[in-house]
């Protein structure tokens, strides 16, 4: 799955830090997001979080001295947790391509109960929740500007 944005360290970290981000399941009976299938998904669905990406993973190469997929697990864990304490937007780029390629895995829906198929033309039926849950965002201030 070679990818011409990504040298093979960070191809390595990336999936590293997949695999740690989702961890595979014996309880679910679900693959990590280091599975190969998975992670051929994300390597090619960087598009354009690609610069943040790239940005992200120097950072995580920073903090691990080298490459974060050749530390042990507690050294990993250590970097993955002020990676993660770090935050910011290549961060969120990075989680969010994660995400979004594990959840569309055939093997993750059937965990969840869901038919691994396209939301439409048949849609989902989402069941009402708690509509009280919103009461802190209606109550805030208004975020914005009235326009005439």
């Not at 944005?5 to 390595?12: G, S, T």
């Not at 695999?19 to 992670?39: L, T, Y």
Request: charge should be negative.
């Amino acid at each position: 799955m070679p990818n011409p944005d990504l040298a093979a360290e960070q191809i390595r970290d990336l999936r590293a830090l997949a695999g740690f981000i989702i961890p595979p399941s014996a309880a679910h009976d679900v693959p990590g997001a280091d599975d190969d299938k998975i992670f051929g998904d994300i390597v090619r669905s960087l598009e354009r979080d690609r610069d943040d990406i790239c940005r992200a993973l120097a950072h995580l190469a920073t903090l691990a001295g080298g490459a974060f997929a050749d530390l042990g697990p507690q050294r990993r864990a250590e970097v993955a947790t002020a990676f993660r304490e770090a935050g910011g937007a290549p961060l969120t780029a990075l989680v969010r391509v994660v995400l979004l390629c594990y959840y569309r895995d055939d093997r993750v829906m059937r965990s969840l109960g869901q038919e691994p198929r396209p939301p439409f033309p048949k849609g989902h039926v989402v069941e009402q929740g708690d509509w009280s849950l919103l009461d802190p965002v209606r109550a805030r201030s208004r975020m914005y500007r009235l326009v005439d």
